[in-house]
């Protein structure tokens, strides 16, 4: 694993709010605006941009946590700036603040975490975990 980031370097993702975003449960529409879950995807997607320039050969990273709390409405057609800022590297386990904004509307704040780990380990646990089914 390699690190050039501080905490507070930001990296973006802009998503365009569409159909396939809305909240649908069940097959059924809930609301016709940006779901939780779509941001969620989202916002993880937008942090893990940092995971990525920090691999090395061999490395995967891996979701730990993800916190979102929705303050406003995203509508289709909408333009969604995501940020994540980067508030810590503990050995391989990366934390960063995320917000989500149409203009100067607030969607969402929350946190992400992942953790860089060998493939080869991985995979090894995957499989063990799988034998113990």
Not at 10 to 22: E, G, K, M, N, R
Request: proline share 4%.
């Amino acid at each position: 694993m390699r690190n050039s980031f501080q905490p507070g370097d930001i990296q973006t993702y802009v998503h365009v709010v569409a159909p396939q975003d809305f909240a649908v449960l069940n097959g059924k529409l809930i609301h016709p605006v940006l779901s939780t879950f779509a941001l969620g995807q989202a916002v993880e997607w937008c942090s893990r941009q940092f995971v990525e320039l920090m691999l090395e050969e061999g490395e995967v990273g891996i979701g730990t946590l993800l916190t979102i709390e929705h303050h406003a409405p995203a509508f289709e057609g909408e333009t969604v700036e995501i940020r994540a800022i980067f508030e810590q590297l503990e050995g391989p386990a990366l934390t960063c603040r995320v917000e989500a904004r149409v203009g100067e509307r607030l969607v969402a704040t929350g946190r992400t975490g992942q953790r860089i780990v060998s493939q080869a380990k991985l995979q090894a646990r995957f499989v063990a975990l799988r034998e113990q089914l």
